[in-house]
């Protein structure tokens, strides 16, 4: 496992242009609010 972690930590490092996928979690755990929830983005537009 140690080895793994390690390897991608050097990938990460290494390179030139990185990108992470998260979830919603992570996004309204930030502040950023989400589409679906009573108060969400879409709570905004008539659908």
């Given at each position: 496992?140690?080895?793994?972690?390690?390897d991608a930590a050097h990938l990460l490092r290494e390179?030139?242009?990185t990108i992470a996928?998260?979830?919603?979690?992570?996004s309204t755990e930030?502040?950023?609010p989400d589409f679906r929830s009573r108060?969400?983005?879409w709570?905004?537009?008539d659908h």
């Open positions: 496992m140690a080895d793994a972690i390690s390179s030139r242009k996928l998260t979830g919603a979690g992570v930030s502040g950023i108060d969400g983005l709570s905004r537009y």
